[in-house]
């Protein structure tokens, strides 16, 4: 069961790079970074709920009690660390905001072992070292670098990775009573509720007059943001919160290869070995898990 979670988790992850095809398109349209997030975790809900009202409605039910799950995994992670990650790129660059977003296995790591008692294994430790100096290889940021960051954009960008390591966390903790479908489903409602103050309507309101926006909407909500985190969501009822966080890493392995294939960018020979070492670490994961 443990194997083929590992294939959920890495797919899910997979789907999650596939964002920049989207987002892309929706900047092209004139739509700001907080208006697409908005429209992400929007199009997504509204995607959760009709499926699960034709399917199985009791997945909807949840105590009261318990609504702090997903406040968390909705405000807390979602929307925390999409706002501290554009913040970042505005502010400094993409490149150092995808460094910073992926020390999010550090934090899962260290929390895990705080809330779940995991296991500190010296493969797991190695493994999540190789695999964070992958995804900062991969940022092109190293070895060139050339950007010094300030004391509060360095904790703001610190802010997305342990905002994106929350949805590991306490998501973990949900499926302890919850359902994978219910807890994703209210994940992205919550970080809707959340958003709509500081986004905006200006959004929505354009979309309804293009069918060709439309059609990204929907696909962004769908594919990186639905199908993802269903996928990861479900791997991660079975496998140790530190090995889910390693093995997700090849999110930028794939976005990588997205931007070569669909965007004509240049890999270079830091980047291909930064490819190399997160696979290797998502290798060693799944051996230390058959310790």
């Known amino acids: 069961m443990k194997k083929h979670s590992y294939a959920?988790?890495?797919?899910?992850?997979?789907?999650?790079?596939?964002?920049?095809?989207?987002?892309?398109?929706?900047?092209e349209a004139g739509f700001s970074a907080l208006e697409i997030v908005f429209l992400r975790v929007l199009s997504a809900a509204l995607i959760m709920f009709v499926y699960i009202g034709l399917t199985n409605r009791?997945?909807?039910n949840i105590r009261f009690s318990d609504t702090y799950y997903f406040i968390g995994t909705g405000i807390f992670s979602l929307v925390f660390f999409n706002w501290c990650y554009f913040t970042t790129i505005r502010e400094a660059s993409v490149a150092i905001a995808a460094i910073l977003l992926y020390?999010?296995?550090?934090?899962?790591?260290?929390?895990?072992?705080?809330?779940?008692?995991e296991r500190l294994s010296s493969i797991k430790i190695f493994a999540l070292t190789v695999a964070v100096a992958g995804c900062v290889l991969?940022?092109?940021?190293?070895?060139?670098?050339?950007?010094?960051?300030?004391?509060?954009?360095?904790?703001?960008?610190?802010?997305?990775?342990?905002?994106?390591?929350?949805y590991t966390i306490l998501g973990k903790a949900a499926l302890e009573k919850y359902d994978p479908m219910t807890v994703i489903t209210y994940t992205f409602v919550t970080a809707t509720i959340g958003l709509f103050p500081i986004?905006?309507?200006?959004?929505?309101?354009t979309v309804s007059h293009n069918i060709d926006t439309l059609f990204y909407i929907f696909g962004?909500?769908?594919?990186?943001?639905?199908?993802?985190?269903?996928?990861?969501?479900?791997?991660?009822?079975y496998v140790e919160a530190s090995k889910a966080s390693i093995i997700a890493a090849v999110e930028p392995v794939v976005a990588t290869t997205i931007g070569i294939s669909v965007f004509?960018?240049?890999?270079?020979?830091?980047?291909?070995a930064g490819i190399l070492m997160?696979?290797?670490?998502?290798?060693?994961?799944?051996?230390?898990?058959?310790k």
């Open 8 to 27: 959920l988790i890495g797919t899910g992850a997979a789907f999650w790079a596939s964002i920049s095809i989207f987002v892309n398109a929706l900047y």
């Open 58 to 60: 009791e997945l909807f």
């Open 103 to 117: 020390t999010a296995p550090i934090f899962v790591l260290l929390m895990s072992r705080m809330v779940f008692k």
């Open 138 to 166: 991969i940022s092109g940021y190293l070895p060139s670098g050339g950007v010094l960051l300030s004391t509060s954009m360095l904790l703001i960008g610190l802010g997305s990775g342990f905002g994106y390591a929350l």
């Open 199 to 205: 986004s905006g309507m200006g959004a929505v309101i």
């Open 220 to 237: 962004l909500g769908l594919i990186p943001t639905v199908l993802g985190y269903v996928l990861y969501t479900k791997g991660l009822h």
């Open 264 to 272: 004509n960018e240049i890999l270079s020979i830091w980047q291909f």
């Open 278 to 290: 997160i696979l290797f670490a998502v290798l060693l994961a799944e051996k230390e898990n058959g």
